[in-house]
């Protein structure tokens, strides 16, 4: 079955920009959350949606934003860009079921901000 | 809080020598334990997880992980390890509750010699 699918794989923006990147989870996954992965911070949660509502939020701020749609796939959304935001954010979808449970990563959008 | 220790960043092996790489945890209840892999520039590939029952848990590519909880730990290991392991390894607890989240440990580098 297709894995999660994150786009762009690449992106550079300017500062002061905004940007938004997608995920597609797994076909029947309702948890999708994001992550941020910068070489000084290492991975840090951003946050986590379930059939369209936000349950976590990590300490980011407000220029961090994200939504879910009703087929779960999941945009998240930097206004304002700065420099470091530079980094990889990675998506993870999760089947809510004890009998397979886990998170599946897809494989990132590089943001460069220059 | 929780949090998670990798207390080794970098570490080189040899190839078909056993490996370990440790992580130690802090979580308030039981806790769900994950071990991921990545590659550069590419996301996390789940190795293994434990959940709860059996205290060695057999993952992908010949690894295991033993939860210990009188020491807080969930080592990797591998009796022999093979070039193509090189890469980044990862070691993460779940939050549950008011939506679920992954706290990652700050990573191991696995250098490979042939």
């Known amino acids: 079955k297709a894995g999660v699918t994150q786009t762009p794989r690449y992106l550079i923006k300017t500062r002061g920009q905004q940007v938004t990147l997608s995920c597609s989870p797994i076909?029947?996954?309702?948890?999708v959350s994001w992550y941020q992965q910068t070489p000084g911070q290492g991975l840090q949660f951003l946050f986590e949606y379930f059939s369209e509502t936000q349950r976590n939020k990590g300490n980011f701020p407000g220029r961090f934003s994200g939504r879910q749609f009703s087929n779960s796939r999941s945009e998240m959304n930097v206004s304002t860009l700065e420099l470091g935001d530079s980094a990889l954010y990675l998506c993870?979808?999760?089947?809510?079921?004890?009998?397979?449970?886990?998170?599946?990563f897809g494989s990132g959008t590089r943001l460069t901000v220059v | 809080a929780q949090s998670v220790t990798q207390p080794d960043i970098h570490i080189t092996v040899s190839e078909g020598a056993s490996l370990e790489l440790r992580c130690n945890y802090s979580?308030?209840?039981?806790?769900?334990l994950f071990w991921y892999v990545q590659s550069p520039g590419q996301g996390l590939q789940l190795l293994l997880k434990y959940f709860s029952g059996d205290t060695l848990v057999q993952g992908i590519k010949g690894f295991e992980a033993e939860f210990k909880r009188s020491q807080s730990s969930f080592n990797l290991r591998k009796p022999s390890v093979h070039w193509s392991d090189a890469a980044e390894y990862f070691c993460?607890?779940?939050?549950?509750?008011?939506?679920?989240?992954?706290?990652f440990g700050t990573g191991t580098q696995l250098k490979v010699e042939l």
């Open positions: 993460a607890v779940e939050t549950r509750g008011g939506g679920n989240k992954l706290t």
């Open positions: 979580y308030g209840a039981t806790p769900y």
């Open positions: 993870a979808s999760s089947l809510v079921d004890k009998t397979n449970y886990g998170y599946t």
């Open positions: 076909s029947g996954h309702r948890s």
